[in-house]
């Protein structure tokens, strides 16, 4: 196996996928603090925790997007769908 320790393109792309990476994490933070807000108020307000219709717009709306930038769209729905779970859950703790 070859080694590619001190390779300046590897790098520099694997430097620009460190930034990527934290950024996406600043942006799902980000994204989660506002997903707490909304299921605080839902509990106040006595809503359910899913919203179906919303989620089923958001997939498509994500589908589309993940289209028109080249990433396959099948797999923006996993992810979306990843973190909608995750919000659903928080949302429901809240509901307790």
Known sequence: MLIVDNDPVLEECRSSIDNIDAALIHLLAERFKITKRVGQHKAKVGFA????????????????????????????????RFIVDEVIQHHKQADS
Do not use: C, M, N, Y
Not at 50 to 55: L, V
């Open 49 to 80: 925790a899913a919203d179906p219709d919303r989620e089923a717009v958001q997939v498509a709306r994500l589908r589309a997007l993940a289209q028109t930038a080249g990433l396959d769209p099948v797999f923006s729905e996993k992810f979306l």
